[in-house]
């Protein structure tokens, strides 16, 4: 999960097409007039993927795995339609089903129900919209800013800054996390997937080449303090394939930034070179 910054700090980083606004705005006027469902006007949510994707590449927001050739999504954070085990029943966010502030980059895995076969877990948000108190749940339009939600959302920085991994590449909380924000980040890794058996792994992969590409890094560097004018060059290509591990448009890069602070601040003070890391 990396933190998108385009609800609050920029809007105008979304490139919105021509009349898009506007379209948003009667196709909410349709569904409200009973004119038309809010299915009947998926492709005003579709039409902005493009947009979306442009932020941090065809990365989901959840999960951080770019997505080639599946099927990317336009998640809906507010359920749109029925909310799942909402009591009493819930219909969904509907005036919120064309609002962009809505609107979460994802793959299927995040978005959709899946089962894990390896685990025997099922995840995917689906409809879930879990809160902390259930009575204050939204049923009309402007409540939403008395709900206290339990999923972590990647447009709220302090919500990613609560996502934490083992060097196993388990997803868990932060070691500050409250006990409640604690339950907050096991509620979103569930529903979310972050959990899911092939994309651990993939950070556990991740782990090995960024183990190897610091002690490589570490090797080279004091070659290069000895004299050895090759081995700064080494070092530098070193150095480049941690930073771009940490970039936000790579795979798993709030793993890799958790991973490499991990590793390289206790040395601080006696590896000269981590500077240029951490100070980025």
């Not at 999504?73 to 962009?100: C, M, N």
């Not at 991740?206 to 290069?224: G, Q």
Request: aromatic share 12%; with cysteine.
């Amino acid at each position: 999960m990396r933190y998108i910054h385009y609800i609050d700090l920029d809007p105008n980083l979304i490139e919105f097409p021509e009349n898009w606004l506007n379209d948003a705005k009667e196709a909410l006027n349709k569904v409200t007039s009973g004119e038309a469902t809010i299915e009947n006007l998926s492709r005003v949510w579709g039409d902005l993927k493009p947009a979306l994707e442009k932020l941090i590449g065809k990365k989901c927001w959840y999960c951080e795995v770019i997505q080639s050739r599946s099927d990317k999504e336009i998640e809906h954070f507010r359920p749109k339609k029925r909310v799942s085990q909402a009591t009493p029943r819930h219909d969904g966010y509907y005036w919120l089903a064309f609002d962009y502030k809505n609107f979460r980059y994802s793959c299927q895995y995040c978005n959709k129900r899946r089962k894990d076969v390896v685990n025997n877990r099922v995840g995917g948000k689906g409809n879930y919209f879990p809160l902390a108190d259930e009575d204050k749940r939204a049923r009309i339009p402007g409540d939403e800013r008395h709900e206290t939600r339990m999923l972590l959302d990647p447009c709220v920085e302090g919500d990613v800054n609560l996502l934490d991994f083992d060097d196993a590449g388990n997803p868990c909380p932060t070691a500050l996390a409250s006990s409640f924000e604690q339950k907050r980040v096991n509620i979103s890794i569930r529903l979310y997937h972050l959990d899911h058996s092939e994309i651990v792994e993939d950070r556990k992969s991740l782990a090995r080449d960024l183990e190897d590409y610091i002690s490589d890094a570490e090797y080279f560097f004091r070659k290069f303090a000895s004299g050895d004018k090759e081995a700064g060059n080494k070092f530098q290509v070193k150095l480049n394939l941690i930073k771009n591990a940490m970039n936000m448009r790579a795979e798993y890069s709030l793993f890799a930034e958790r991973y490499i602070e991990g590793k390289l601040k206790p040395r601080v003070t006696d590896w000269k070179w981590v500077v240029l890391v951490l100070n980025e």
